[in-house]
């Protein structure tokens, strides 16, 4: 365990340093940029490593494998983050351990989650997923919503008890007129944020960037980057 804990705290020292190199090259302050330690295909007892070192936002994107891992560190001091498509079938068990959903790409999925918090008593911050590679009207290869359905989701989720609407989040795309242009994404997603705050000033969160692309996220603005692999190794096959 003790090795574990020294290849993490390690592959941590190094993420923190890009972040804050980054941070200094985009002239923000290093307490502007949230860490969210992405666990998935991990066990909770990497999770509690993380904890022993001082991590305090971490991300599951399937709930069969969330739940019994947030169950079992439920004594720590975290705030879990949901940043995968979300079946409504599953949107009860997800209400029972997240804080933060961040893929909120339809209405159904507002109403679903606004029964369940208001049944378990919870207030959940939510995200609307942005897909930068969607038709208008359309959904993205990786879940989301075209920048056109922003404030029809915003505006629901500002009206839905339980939940807050706290911003916005997006995957740089593969496809479409911003494949390979991740900084032009986060850019466009920032533009995005600017509008929806005209309307919900509250909203300020932006979740963007991941380990091969958090550099630019933070550049653009991002206020969360989402990081995995350059924390907790290469994953093993997801089957």
């Known amino acids: 365990m003790t090795e574990r804990k020294d290849e993490l705290a390690g592959n941590l020292a190094r993420v923190e340093e890009r972040i804050a190199d980054a941070c200094a090259a985009a002239g923000r302050r290093r307490e502007d940029v949230t860490l969210i330690v992405v666990t998935k295909t991990y066990p909770a007892s990497d999770v509690r490593t993380l904890a022993d070192l001082g991590v305090r936002q971490v991300a599951e994107n399937r709930d069969q494998e969330a739940a019994p891992k947030a169950a079992e560190c439920a004594d720590l001091p975290l705030r879990w983050h949901f940043v995968g498509q979300l079946q409504t079938n599953k949107v009860r068990s997800v209400v029972g351990y997240a804080d933060v959903v961040q893929s909120v790409d339809r209405s159904r999925l507002v109403t679903a989650l606004s029964k369940e918090a208001v049944r378990a008593g919870r207030e959940l911050d939510c995200?609307?997923?942005?897909?930068?590679?969607?038709?208008?009207?359309?959904?993205?290869?990786?879940?989301?919503?075209?920048?056109?359905?922003?404030?029809?989701?915003a505006d629901a989720l500002a009206l839905a008890?339980?939940?807050?609407?706290?911003?916005?989040?997006?995957?740089?795309p593969l496809t479409g007129e911003?494949?390979?242009r991740q900084q032009a994404a986060f850019e466009r997603l920032m533009?995005?944020?600017t509008r929806l705050?005209?309307?919900?000033p509250a909203a300020t969160m932006v979740s963007a960037g991941m380990s091969g692309d958090l550099e630019q996220a933070v550049a653009a603005g991002a206020t969360h980057v989402r990081v995995g692999?350059?924390?907790?190794?290469v994953r093993p096959g997801l089957g």
């Open 127 to 153: 995200l609307v997923q942005v897909a930068l590679d969607a038709d208008e009207g359309g959904r993205g290869e990786r879940g989301g919503v075209a920048p056109g359905g922003i404030a029809e989701l």
């Open 197 to 200: 705050r005209r309307n919900h």
């Open 161 to 172: 008890p339980g939940l807050r609407c706290g911003g916005l989040m997006t995957v740089a």
């Open 229 to 233: 692999t350059s924390v907790l190794g």
């Open 191 to 193: 533009d995005l944020s």
């Open 178 to 180: 911003y494949a390979g």
